[in-house]
C-alpha cells in the first residue's frame, strides 16, 4: 500500500520561509518523479515544482515564485522524502499544498500524477 505525507506547513508571516516535506513508503521512491502542487480556496489545483527521478529540477511551474527564485525542490532518497523550501512568502502563496507521486518523469499536469498525500496548509499572514 502506497503512502504520502506531507508535513511542514503552518502559519507564517510575509516575507518568512517555509521547508515541506513528503514521505512516500510502498513503492521504489528512487525511481519515481516526484511533484509538488498547490490549491488555494475557489482556485484550482496547480503545479508548484517537480524533481525527476534523475534529480532533475522543474521549479519553473509558477512565475510567480520561479521569477524570483523563490522555489526550490529537493529529494534525499535514501529517506524516501523530498522537500520543498519556499522563500520570502506572500499572501498569495497561501493554500493547501500537495505532494505527488509520478507515474514517470515530471510534469506539471496533475494527470501525470499517481498517488497523491492529503495536503498540509501554509497560511501567510501580513
Known amino acids: 500500500q502506497v503512502q504520502v505525507a506531507e508535513s511542514g506547513g503552518g502559519l507564517v508571516q510575509t516575507g518568512e520561509s517555509l521547508t515541506l516535506s513528503c514521505t512516500v513508503s510502498?513503492?521504489?521512491?528512487?525511481?519515481?518523479?516526484m511533484g509538488w502542487f498547490r490549491q488555494a480556496p475557489g482556485k484550482s489545483r496547480e503545479g508548484v515544482a517537480c524533481i525527476s527521478q534523475y534529480g532533475a529540477r522543474y521549479d519553473d511551474y509558477l512565475d510567480s515564485m520561479y521569477d524570483r527564485g523563490r522555489v526550490t525542490i529537493s529529494r534525499e532518497n535514501d529517506k524516501n522524502t523530498v522537500y520543498l523550501r519556499m522563500s520570502n512568502l506572500k499572501s498569495g502563496d497561501t493554500a493547501m499544498y500537495f505532494c505527488a507521486v509520478a507515474a514517470a518523469g515530471c510534469s506539471r499536469l496533475s494527470d501525470h500524477y499517481v498517488y497523491w498525500g492529503q495536503g498540509t496548509q501554509v497560511t501567510v499572514s501580513s
Open positions: 510502498g513503492l521504489e521512491f528512487a525511481t519515481r518523479g
